[in-house]
C-alpha cells in the first residue's frame, strides 16, 4: 500500500511538473510574452492565465494533477 502511494505521489508531481511547464511555455507563445514567465514563478497563475486564451486541456490535467498530489501528499502524511 505504501508503495502505491508514493508512487501516486510520485506520478502525480512529475505529471504537474510537466503540464505546468507546458503552460508557460503556450503562454510566452501568446502575446503578452511576461506571462510565461510569470506564471512559472507564481503557480497559480498558470491555469488562469491558461484557461483564459484557450488551453482549457493542459489547465483540467493541471488542476487534475495538483488535486491527486494533494490528496497522495495528505495520505502519505498519515
Do not use: N
Not at 505521489?9 to 504537474?16: I, M, N, P, R, Y
Not at 507564481?42 to 493542459?58: C, E, H, N, S
Request: net charge positive; glycine share 6%; proline share 5%.
Amino acid at each position: 500500500m505504501d508503495t502505491a502511494i508514493v508512487t501516486l505521489l510520485v506520478g502525480s508531481f512529475a505529471t504537474l511538473v510537466t503540464v505546468h511547464l507546458a503552460l508557460a511555455v503556450g503562454l510566452v507563445r501568446r502575446r503578452p510574452h511576461w506571462r510565461g514567465a510569470a506564471a512559472l514563478v507564481v503557480p497559480p497563475l498558470a491555469p488562469y492565465w491558461g484557461f483564459r486564451v484557450g488551453m482549457r486541456k493542459r489547465v483540467i490535467v493541471w488542476l487534475a494533477a495538483v488535486s491527486l498530489y494533494a490528496v497522495s501528499l495528505a495520505a502519505v502524511s498519515f
